[in-house]
């Protein structure tokens, strides 16, 4: 089975513009979750989808929003980017169930640098 | 915000060396796991524990959790320079959320 798909890998940007970042998860896995990864705040949980469905948030300001299609892939969307919104953004899928019960399948993430 | 905290943030060995690295959280838990991510990659699923496990193996790696003190540890025998990577420890919270601590990076010296 492939794994989880992230692109792009690499994005620049410059502050104000947004951003839309993509997600492919395993064939079969329903739940996607999305996490920013900083050097400061390490991995933080942005949300997770499941059958179309947001199904969890974590504690990140309206700019970040994602939506899940019919055949699970996903997409997260950032405007009106700022500079801390710099950041490695991976992906995760995992089968069903809970999130916090699933074992994780991480992408290799899209690395964002806002300028 | 994070709920666990590894310990230490780093550590260095040398190959063939045992590395243990601790995992202290504050909520209860379904569930506590833990992933590696080698330098600016994804995240490796290594092992998960319940919470009502209190020992589990996989390999050389050798997982505890105590959940009266909050914490679990991870034991990785035998090392080698390819086990060099992050360590985060992950725990699954009742109300479905999941957090990831900060990470141990460990290097392995050949």
């Known amino acids: 089975k492939a794994g989880v798909t992230q692109t792009p890998r690499y994005l620049i940007k410059t502050r104000g513009q947004q951003v839309t970042l993509s997600c492919s998860p395993i064939s079969g896995h329903r739940s996607v979750s999305w996490y920013q990864q900083t050097p400061g705040q390490g991995l933080q949980f942005l949300f997770e989808?499941?059958?179309?469905?947001?199904?969890n948030k974590g504690n990140f300001p309206g700019r970040f929003s994602g939506r899940q299609f019919s055949n699970s892939r996903s997409e997260m969307n950032v405007s009106t980017l700022e500079l801390g919104d710099s950041a490695l953004y991976l992906c995760?899928?995992?089968?069903?169930?809970?999130?916090?019960?699933?074992?994780?399948?991480f992408g290799a993430g899209t690395r964002l640098s806002v300028l | 915000s994070q709920q666990g905290e590894e310990d230490p943030q780093a550590l260095s060995i040398q190959e063939g060396e045992n590395a243990t690295m601790n995992c202290s959280y504050k909520t209860s838990i379904n569930n506590l796991q833990w992933y590696r991510q080698n330098s600016g990659r994804g995240l490796v699923h290594l092992i998960l524990?319940?919470?009502?496990?209190r020992e589990k193996h996989s390999g050389r790696l050798r997982v505890t959790l105590d959940t009266s003190k909050k914490s679990s540890s991870l034991l990785i025998t035998a090392s080698r320079a390819a086990d060099t990577a992050s360590y985060f420890c992950a725990t699954g919270l009742d109300n479905n959320d999941m957090r990831f601590g900060a990470g141990t990076r460990l290097t392995v010296k050949p």
């Open positions: 995760a899928s995992s089968l069903s169930g809970t999130l916090a019960k699933n074992i994780q399948y």
């Open positions: 524990i319940r919470s009502n496990e």
């Open positions: 989808y499941f059958s179309e469905t947001q199904r």
